[in-house]
């Protein structure tokens, strides 16, 4: 199996929570988005600081590697009007995909007016821009009846909302990777978490995030069904190794 193609190559760290400099993670996101050329890597994920720079950087390695970012992030606490002022200076710099972290303290103190508001208003923003856009629901941070339902509520939205054509490039995505558990939880995608929002994600894609860490596990998300995978170690899963990193 070709895992490359399903793979979004993550970093995401701010310079203050590496202890870099800024330059210092504009280089690591540099070697990350050669190290996607080089290998057949579908996409590179990034702050939203850094898009323009890393565009133009593929740009003139004559590279076809997606540019994605973080919209919201981490914790989905950010006015709609805030996540869509980031989203559109982000499609300004050049993004191609921006994941979008919903507000998943609003949906758990049953505020489903403001989530569905910004589900729409941001996802209707990139698709008029020809951009895809992925929904984290944070599932570490919900019971399973929770990442059924919110799931679910997602689909609906844009089936109700967006036309066929438009609803592959609508995706519901596991994980942020930054959510803190206790007792060792996984805050990351786990088979049974992915299983749920596979079988309430409808028409739309799902994005696993975090905790796929060896091969095997790669292969047996993409065969249980999502499309595609986050995660920090793609070199390493591609060359049949297991991730040195937790996301």
């Known amino acids: 199996m070709n895992i490359a193609q399903y793979l ?7 310079p203050l929570q590496s202890g870099l400099t800024e330059e210092e993670t504009l280089k690591k996101d540099e070697e990350l988005a050669q190290e996607a ?11 939203p600081d850094y898009v323009n720079k890393i565009k133009k950087f593929l740009k003139e390695q004559n590279s076809n590697v997606v540019v994605g970012t973080v919209i919201g992030f981490h914790e989905g606490t950010y006015s709609v009007d805030e996540k869509l002022a980031e989203a559109s200076k982000a499609i300004e710099d050049g993004a191609d995909e921006l994941d979008f972290v919903i507000n998943y303290n609003a949906y758990t103190r049953g505020d489903l007016d403001l989530v569905k508001d910004e589900f729409e208003r941001c996802t209707e923003l990139c698709l008029k821009n020809h951009k895809v856009a992925k929904w984290i629901i944070e599932i570490a941070a919900l019971a399973d009846d929770q990442i059924a339902d919110l799931t679910k509520k997602i689909s609906q939205w844009a089936e109700d909302r967006f036309a066929d054509k438009d609803l592959p490039h609508i995706f519901v995505k596991s994980s942020t990777g930054f959510y803190e558990t206790t007792g060792g939880k996984p805050n990351g995608a786990t088979f049974e978490g992915i299983q749920i929002m596979l079988d309430n994600a ?7 995030a975090g905790g796929v860490r060896t091969p095997e596990d790669a292969e047996k998300m993409i065969n249980m069904g999502v499309k595609r995978i986050g995660t920090s170690s793609a070199l390493a899963l591609i060359k049949n190794q297991s991730a040195s990193e937790s996301y």
């Open 37 to 47: 050329a080089d290998n057949g890597i579908y996409a590179v994920m990034i702050r």
């Open 202 to 208: 409808g028409k739309l894609p799902v994005k696993a």
């Open 8 to 14: 979004d190559s993550t970093y995401l760290k701010t």
